[in-house]
C-alpha cells in the first residue's frame, strides 16, 4: 500500500524507516485494522498516515498526485511549549484530511482533551458556515509527543478548493499544572484536491430527484425528492457500480437523513479510480457517469 507514496515521503523521513514501515508485519500489540473501521495505531506520523489509514491501492498514480501532497508547517506556543508539525494532507472540495504531530513536552503520555477547527481564509469560525462534521483521531507516541489526523467533512457542500486558503487551529478545552492550555494555529493555501464530479441523480422515470458528488475519495448526496422513501430504505443500497453492475469495493458506510430534502453519503476507506464507476445507485434511483 505504502509502494506508491514511497516517492512523495522519502523527504520527509529516514529511508530505514520507510522500508521498516513498509514491510514489517502487525505485532500482536498493533493488530491490523479492521476493514472499514482502521485502527488508530496504524497511523505513524513521518511514514504516510494517510497510507494506512486508507487503503490507497485503487488509485492511479495520476490520481494520488492529484489529491495528496506533502507540508511541513510548524508552529510554537511560547507560553506553553506546545508544537503544531503539519505533515500531510488529502482530500476534495467537501472532505479534508490533515496529519500532524502535537507535541506538549509537559503532558507525559496524557495530553488534556482539544478540539480541531478548520477556518476559512478569512480565519473567522462561522455558524452560519456549511455543517461541518469533525472527527479527531490522537495516539500516543512518547516523549509527550502525539500523532494525529483530522478529518474535516462538509457533508453535501462543496466548500475547499484549489488556491484557498486554511488554517488549522488546535486549542485545549483546559489546562493544568502539568499541562497548560493552547491555542495553536498554522495556515496555508490547498495546491491539491481530487476533481469531484456533480452528476444529476434519476428516479426510475427518468426525472431529476437531486444531486450525487463523486471524487476518488467520497460521495455526497443531496436529494430534494426523496418519493416519500425513509432515509434507510434509499441507503439500500447506496453503491458504486462498475460497467457490468458490480459493486466496486469502497469499504465506506453511507446514510441518508432529512425530511423535506435528505443529505447524506459518506468517505471511501478504499478511494476509487473515478474511471472505474459506471453508475451511482441510490435505492431505486441512479446517476450515469459519462463513459
Partial sequence: MFKKLCTLLLPLCLAAALLAGCGSEPTPEEPPAKEGDPDILQIKTGLGP??????????????????YETLDLT????????VLHITETMGDSTLLYVAFTLTCPQAGDELPDFRATLLPENGLA???????????RVEEAGGGSFNCLAI???KSTESLSVGKPLTLMLESSQGGASTPAFVLTASWTPQKLAPTQSL??????????????????????LLKDSGGQSGEALSNPIALLDSQGNALEVNGSFTLSGSSGMVGGGAFFSPVEPSAVHTIQVGNYTAQLPQ
Avoid: I, M, R, W
Fill in 75 to 82: 508552529q510554537e506556543s511560547p507560553e506553553t511549549g506546545t
Fill in 200 to 221: 444529476e441523480l434519476k428516479n426510475e422515470a427518468g426525472n431529476p430527484v437531486g444531486t450525487a458528488l463523486l471524487s476518488p475519495l467520497s460521495l455526497k448526496l
Fill in 126 to 136: 462561522s455558524s452560519q458556515g456549511p455543517a461541518l462534521n469533525t472527527e479527531l
Fill in 50 to 67: 494517510l497510507a494506512t489509514y486508507l487503503n490507497l491501492d485503487g488509485l492511479s498514480q495520476e490520481t494520488l498526485d492529484g489529491c
Fill in 152 to 154: 474535516f467533512d462538509y
